[in-house]
Nanobody, 123 residues
Framework: VQLQASGGGLVQAGGSLTLSCAASRRAGSNNALAWFRQAPGKEREFVAA????????TYADSVKGRFIISRDDAKSTSFLRMNNLKPEDTAVYYC?????????????????WGQGTLVTVSS
């Protein structure tokens, strides 16, 4: 499975962006999907996850109420809608496909990773 993330860019604080992640095939349709991010000089951290068939979603406390994760299995694509962006949201965002239907928040729960897309939020 190959993942292609897109949608990053430069936005002012308070603005919005939507990231997309397209999978090369439907191998992830029975698996949980997630987004992580990595800011300069920091470790990669969990942002949001969505379970198989969108039964449940999980968010990091830092983005809860501002970000929305969704998926379109017919198009093998996941999305991360980011609202009310803050400078501390600046990072490279990575999409990932889990090893199972379990939507965990640990890097080890995920088997496939996209190349990352840069989001820069100016103050």
């Amino acid at each position: 499975v190959q993942l292609q993330a897109s949608g990053g860019g430069l936005v002012q604080a308070g603005g919005s962006l939507t990231l997309s992640c397209a999978a090369s095939r439907r191998a992830g349709s029975n698996n949980a999907l997630a987004w992580f991010r990595q800011a300069p000089g920091k470790e990669r951290e969990f942002v949001a996850a969505i379970s198989w068939r969108s039964f449940s979603t999980t968010y990091a406390d830092s983005v809860k109420g501002r970000f929305i994760i969704s998926r379109d299995d017919a198009k093998s694509t996941s999305f991360l809608r980011m609202n009310n962006l803050k400078p501390e949201d600046t990072a490279v965002y990575y999409c990932a496909v889990a090893r199972s239907s379990y939507s965990g928040n640990n890097l080890a729960d995920y088997a496939y990773w996209g190349q990352g897309t840069l989001v820069t939020v100016s103050s």
